[in-house]
Nanobody, 124 residues
């Protein structure tokens, strides 16, 4: 079993920045792909970004390209999401996810494990 714990969310003004973190506990594997999803109020959960186990492949949703940067530190079992130039439309609960295959995150919108989420609220 793997437990994912997110942190770093908060209330920020438009144009600001945040850095989300996700620590993996339990039977973790550095060979797993990891990623971020988000769910805004009244909307379905959507894919944000994913990174392969060795950081060789990185994917972003079109809506966040150029503003979000995903990274991971396998030695610390930690995933990061640097969010810059925040927009009110970025307001959502951000979820960390992991999967054996990267395509599970990028194409199927699923994951083997999910975190409980961290709230990001952007004020206009």
């Amino acid at each position: 079993q793997v437990q994912l714990v997110e942190s770093g969310g908060g209330l920020v003004p438009a144009g600001g920045s945040l850095r989300l973190s996700c620590i993996a506990f339990g039977r973790t594997s550095s060979s797993d792909a990891m990623g971020w999803f988000r769910q805004a109020p009244g909307k379905e959960r959507e894919f944000v970004s994913a990174i392969s186990w060795n950081s060789a492949r990185i994917y972003y949703a079109d809506s966040v390209k150029g503003r979000f940067t995903i990274s991971r530190d396998n030695a610390k079992n930690t995933l990061y999401l640097q969010i810059d130039s925040l927009e009110p439309e970025d307001t959502a609960v951000y979820y960390c996810a992991s999967a054996t295959l990267t395509m599970t995150l990028t194409q199927n919108g699923g994951a083997d494990y999910w975190g409980r989420g961290t709230q990001v609220t952007v004020s206009s």
